[in-house]
Each structure stands twice: as structure tokens, then as C-alpha cells.
């Protein structure tokens, strides 16, 4: 998922710079940690169920025996996937060993894959097998195909966004274990002590705002983007009016400056026939 350039500074000195200023003083990041990871998995859940939803409704619905069946092509065809790109993994670390035996556990999934679909074919009129029967994956939201093959599935499952979101679902789960205590902690720590201490000042608690912080930072970036835009308009304006003027200014010397040159010759025309 491209979430754009990262706006922290990423330098171990600073990171050696909090664990040290975080041990004097508990600044509960975790928590804040903790809602933002909770903010990607709400947005992956919701596009899981929209996915289903859409599913449900435009693929053919197929009776409780062989949607058994195909559940159960799904399930070894990601236990094949699965096995595939950690024995990958283990192979480009060196471990050679490791990587032989799973590939011979997926050489026997391989094999109850094979009878698996020979049943869910048998179960259903040639027409409805050829029709792409598709899945959800419960973990990142992106589809899978019962025809899918076995390279097919190593990439998903080996991929940057399954195991990003396998990362962030374990993180968020090791958070939550001790949320509740930490929250308590944190709100004891705004009565307790001094808010305008050590930047406090100011600042009020919002255990309902996800991503506070990092939500307050992109707003006030986009207000000022949003400022910088409007008085860079502004300044266009100006300029675009200034110059206007100025033209119009140069062309209203000119027009007098024709007519003086006109009254002039005329007088003297005027004069010449007198004479």
C-alpha cells in the first residue's frame, strides 16, 4: 500500500535519545502506536466484508456440499502457498535443510490439492467449475482464485503486504494485551501531574481520537499548505492587477500623447493656410 514518504526522522541517535529520555519519563507512545495500527486493520477489515459483499452478489451461489469442497481447495491451495514462500525465505538465508523439508510437505499438500479438486469437480456441472471462483484473504483483503497456482500463491503469501499486515495484526495484538492498564496509567499521569511540564501544555487527553497525534500533524501541514496555496493566489492576483494597471496606464500616455501629436499638426496646418 503506498502511504507516501514516511514524515519522521528515521536516526538511531534520536531513537537512542528517546529510550533514554523514555526512562525517565513514560510518554506512553505505545498507546498512540497502538491506534494507528488499529486504524490500517479497521480500513483492512471494512474492505474485507466490501469484498465478500461483492462477491456474494455477482458470483454463483454454490450449495453447502461443494462449497465445503471448494473451502477446502482454498485451504490447502494457502498451506501450499504458505509453505512455498517460507521455504523460499529459508533457502536465500541458507538454510538448506529447512528449505528440502517443507518443500516435501508441499509436494504431499500437492497431492490432497489434486484429489480435493477432483471431488469439488465432480461435484458440479463442468460449465459452474470453469466459472473463477474467488476468495477473500481474512488477512490483507486481496482476492484469491481457486485456480490459482502454486506461484501465484507463494507471491501472495510471500509478498511485502500479506506479511506487512501479518506484522502489524501480531504487534497489535501484543498492544492490546495491556491497553487497558495503560490507559489507566496514562490518565493517572494527566491528573497527577503538571501539563505544562516538559510540553504538556495544553494538550488534552482523547482516548476516543485514533491517531491523534499523527492526525493533528497532518492537519495542521494541510492547513498550512492550504495557507501558503491561498496566499500564493493572493499574491498572483495582486500582481496580475498591477500589471493591468501599469498597462493600462502606459496605453493612456500613449493615447494622449497621439493627440497632443495630432492637436499639434493641425495647428499648424491651420496656420500654414492662414498665411
Same mark, same amino acid.
Given at each position: 500500500?503506498?502511504?507516501?514518504?514516511?514524515?519522521?526522522?528515521?536516526?538511531?541517535?534520536?531513537?537512542?535519545?528517546?529510550?533514554?529520555?523514555?526512562?525517565?519519563?513514560?510518554?506512553?507512545?505505545?498507546?498512540?502506536?497502538?491506534?494507528?495500527?488499529?486504524?490500517?486493520? $479497521?480500513?483492512?477489515?471494512?474492505?474485507?466484508?466490501?469484498?465478500?459483499?461483492?462477491?456474494?452478489?455477482?458470483?454463483?451461489?454454490?450449495?453447502?456440499?461443494?462449497?465445503?469442497?471448494?473451502?477446502?481447495?482454498?485451504?490447502?491451495?494457502?498451506?501450499?502457498?504458505?509453505?512455498?514462500?517460507?521455504?523460499?525465505?529459508?533457502?536465500?538465508?541458507?538454510?538448506?535443510?529447512? $528449505?528440502?523439508?517443507?518443500?516435501?510437505?508441499?509436494?504431499?499438500?500437492?497431492?490432497?490439492?489434486?484429489?480435493?479438486?477432483?471431488?469439488?469437480?465432480?461435484?458440479?456441472?463442468?460449465? $459452474?467449475?470453469?466459472?473463477?471462483?474467488?476468495?477473500?484473504?481474512?488477512?490483507?483483503?486481496?482476492?484469491?482464485?481457486?485456480?490459482?497456482?502454486?506461484?501465484?500463491?507463494?507471491?501472495?503469501?510471500?509478498?511485502?503486504?500479506?506479511?506487512?499486515?501479518?506484522?502489524?495484526?501480531?504487534?497489535?495484538?501484543?498492544?492490546?494485551?495491556?491497553?487497558?492498564?495503560?490507559?489507566?496509567?496514562?490518565?493517572?499521569?494527566?491528573?497527577?501531574?503538571?501539563?505544562?511540564?516538559?510540553?504538556?501544555?495544553?494538550?488534552?487527553?482523547?482516548?476516543?481520537?485514533?491517531?491523534?497525534?499523527?492526525?493533528?500533524?497532518?492537519?495542521?501541514?494541510?492547513?498550512?499548505?492550504?495557507?501558503?496555496?491561498?496566499?500564493?493566489?493572493?499574491?498572483?492576483?495582486?500582481?496580475?492587477?498591477?500589471?493591468?494597471?501599469?498597462?493600462?496606464?502606459? $496605453?493612456?500616455?500613449?493615447?494622449?500623447?497621439?493627440?497632443?501629436?495630432?492637436?499639434?499638426?493641425?495647428?499648424?496646418?491651420?496656420?500654414?493656410?492662414?498665411?
Amino acid at each position: 500500500m503506498d502511504l507516501g514518504e514516511c514524515p519522521k526522522i528515521h536516526d538511531l541517535a534520536l531513537r537512542a535519545d528517546f529510550e533514554n529520555a523514555q526512562k525517565s519519563k513514560d510518554h506512553f507512545y505505545d498507546l498512540d502506536a497502538m491506534e494507528h495500527l488499529q486504524a490500517f486493520i $479497521s480500513d483492512c477489515d471494512r474492505r474485507t466484508e466490501a469484498a465478500k459483499q461483492r462477491l456474494a452478489e455477482t458470483q454463483e451461489e454454490l450449495s453447502a456440499e461443494v462449497a465445503v469442497k471448494a473451502n477446502s481447495v482454498h485451504e490447502l491451495q494457502e498451506q501450499i502457498g504458505q509453505k512455498l514462500a517460507k521455504a523460499e525465505q529459508l533457502g536465500a538465508e541458507g538454510f538448506v535443510d529447512e $528449505s528440502m523439508k517443507l518443500m516435501e510437505e508441499v509436494d504431499d499438500l500437492r497431492k490432497k490439492k489434486l484429489e480435493a479438486e477432483q471431488e469439488y469437480r465432480n461435484s458440479m456441472p463442468a460449465s $459452474s467449475y470453469q466459472q473463477q471462483k474467488l476468495r477473500v484473504c481474512e488477512v490483507c483483503s486481496a482476492y484469491l482464485g481457486i485456480h490459482d497456482n502454486d506461484r501465484r500463491l507463494a507471491d501472495h503469501f510471500g509478498g511485502k503486504l500479506h506479511l506487512g499486515f501479518i506484522k502489524i495484526r501480531e504487534k497489535l495484538m501484543d498492544l492490546e494485551k495491556t491497553a487497558d492498564k495503560r490507559k489507566d496509567e496514562r490518565k493517572k499521569a494527566f491528573k497527577d501531574k503538571d501539563r505544562d511540564d516538559e510540553g504538556f501544555s495544553g494538550r488534552r487527553y482523547r482516548e476516543h481520537y485514533v491517531g491523534g497525534r499523527e492526525l493533528d500533524r497532518r492537519s495542521r501541514r494541510h492547513r498550512s499548505k492550504s495557507r501558503e496555496r491561498r496566499d500564493n493566489r493572493d499574491k498572483e492576483r495582486k500582481d496580475r492587477d498591477k500589471d493591468r494597471e501599469r498597462r493600462r496606464s502606459r $496605453s493612456k500616455s500613449r493615447d494622449r500623447s497621439r493627440r497632443s501629436h495630432r492637436s499639434g499638426s493641425s495647428d499648424k496646418k491651420r496656420d500654414r493656410e492662414r498665411e
